[in-house]
């Protein structure tokens, strides 16, 4: 109990720090507003979104601020989706793919306004959920974290590549493992971690350094994108009319215990290393229609459906940046872009990490939430009005922002290089389907892995058995091979062969 109650008072003086300064508004406005604009045009991204915010502010600006920028856009963007999910039928996030199975038929009804009012308000409960999640199981989790030496990070970096591939492939696994293990390989370019002679730099200075991690984030997340809004450019769609948008007090009351319920949900699912608010969506959205005494409205313009996607997708943030601190594994793209900004500022996300530094994120979630709940009840009409323009006019305009974001942190030439050639690397391998995310985990995390894993054959001289021998290590050998295997078709028959069989149940 005392525990808790020091991590409250740790947070709100963290809380009041931020309020009694000015520049606090002025960051959280701009970035939540921009958040929301990336979330709401469709063919924007979350991702996008802190990543274009990751070239700019670098480490050209103090930490504090570039993270409330970053959080804000993060939260913001997360919210955002549920505009043209619910008036125009598109998710402007995938995110936010579940928000439009009953946000449009709400609008349908000439209930666009309710739908948004009540979304404003679960999205705020909910990243309020994963917030507090945050705040207090960062702290056991970090406690587990401090007996973990380098075999344990080596096996869960690998744990946290294979995952993002296993969870983000469209159709065969294989392709998201092969898409981490491209980017595992493009972590080991540069200066050896440990003996400090170069690696594959092929006699060019400037892959010294590595792979710049936001070069790659921009070429891997905005090109792609780029190039499939400008194909498919069209002029923008006209919403469905809207009324009152400020919820009722009684409908929110009504609906609370679902809103905790897929808090829970998403900040869980968001904690998973790779997954996802996405996924997190869909997941609550499932249980609260299983859960229904009447699912029948589910699909055709369910409130309680509304509320458990989009509570869900939002708490996942929360979730996302628990692995993140804990492990310095990212749970969800927006997450890896946040660590790729950390790592640039120096700071190494792990069971070293400052405390303080981690109750300072929880009260910037918050104060980002309350910033994105005050925008969407009283500025959503502003919102709206954005989603009139045309893919053709604002396309261009994020093509610029992310070259200047990329050529503002190395100040070279070779960044938009590498940019160019990681955007056209990934956008025909988003044509043949593989996902990109692993690819970005697996530059992030290919760097921890390496280090790591050698660190720990120095150590044994060789001995491979230290992967074993230690329970912690021997548990993250057991999860990597059973997640491989699970993906085996031949091993899930084997499995099912070997478990027992239920016995018939005979027909009267």
């Not at 200075?205 to 710049?212: C, D, E, I, M, N």
């Not at 069971?351 to 910037?364: E, F, G, M, Q, S």
């Not at 261009?396 to 070279?412: A, D, E, H, K, Q």
Request: aromatic share 8%.
């Amino acid at each position: 109990m005392a525990f808790v109650l020091d991590q409250l008072i740790a947070f709100a003086n963290s809380l009041y720090t931020l309020a009694s300064d000015p520049l606090t508004y002025l960051y959280l406005v701009a970035s939540v507003f921009l958040g929301i604009v990336f979330g709401a045009l469709p063919g924007l991204t979350a991702t996008l979104a802190v990543t274009i915010l990751t070239g700019f502010f670098g480490n050209k600006f103090p930490l504090e601020q570039s993270l409330i920028a970053l959080i804000g856009a993060y939260v913001g963007a997360i919210y955002g989706g549920s505009y043209p999910s619910i008036l125009l039928n598109i998710p402007g996030t995938a995110a936010s793919a579940a928000t439009a199975m009953d946000g449009h038929p709400l609008a349908k009804e000439g209930r666009g306004g309710e739908a948004l009012g009540i979304t404003t308000t679960a999205s705020f409960i909910g990243t309020l959920f994963g917030a507090f999640c945050l705040l207090i199981f960062v702290w056991l989790l970090l406690l587990v974290a401090k007996n973990i030496a380098s075999p344990e990070k080596a096996l869960l970096a690998l744990f946290g590549i294979l995952l993002s591939g296993t969870l983000m492939s469209q159709d065969l696994v294989i392709k998201g493992w092969i898409a981490g293990l491209i980017g595992l390989a493009m972590a080991m370019v540069g200066m050896d971690p440990i003996l400090s002679e170069a690696r594959y730099t092929f006699g060019w200075s400037y892959l010294l350094s590595g792979f710049q991690i936001v070069p790659v984030l921009m070429g891997a997340f905005a090109i792609p994108q780029i190039l499939d809004g400008m194909r498919a450019a069209v002029g923008g769609a006209a919403p469905l009319p809207v009324g009152r948008i400020v919820p009722r007090l009684r409908e929110v009351v009504r609906h609370f215990p679902g809103i905790l319920r897929s808090g829970g949900i998403g900040t869980g699912i968001g904690a998973l290393p790779g997954v996802g608010e996405d996924v997190a969506g869909w997941v609550s959205y499932g249980v609260a229609k299983s859960v229904a005494r009447d699912s029948s409205r589910f699909g055709l313009g369910s409130l309680r459906g509304l509320i458990s996607a989009e509570t869900a997708n939002n708490a996942a943030i929360g979730g996302a940046l628990i692995p993140l601190l804990v492990l310095g594994i990212p749970g969800s793209p927006p997450a890896a872009a946040l660590l790729g900004a950390l790592k640039i500022n120096n700071v190494i996300p792990g069971p070293t990490i400052d405390p303080a530094l981690i109750v300072h994120i929880v009260a910037i979630l918050v104060m980002a939430s309350l910033t994105m709940f005050l925008m969407g009840l009283f500025t959503a009409r502003v919102f709206i009005l954005i989603l009139k323009l045309p893919r053709t006019v604002f396309l261009p305009v994020v093509l610029v922002l992310t070259t200047i974001g990329s050529f503002s942190v190395g100040g070279g030439i070779n960044d938009l290089f590498l940019m160019l050639g990681v955007g056209f690397a990934a956008y025909a391998m988003t044509a043949m389907k593989y996902p990109i995310a692993p690819l970005v985990i697996g530059v992030i995390l290919g760097g921890l892995f390496d280090e790591t894993f050698r660190r720990s054959l120095l150590i044994s001289d060789g001995d491979l058995s230290i992967f074993i021998t230690r329970p912690g290590a021997a548990i993250l050998v057991a999860l990597n091979i059973a997640l491989i295997l699970s993906q085996i078709p031949a091993a899930r028959r084997l499995v099912a062969a070997c478990l027992p069989k239920s016995p018939a149940i005979g027909k009267d």
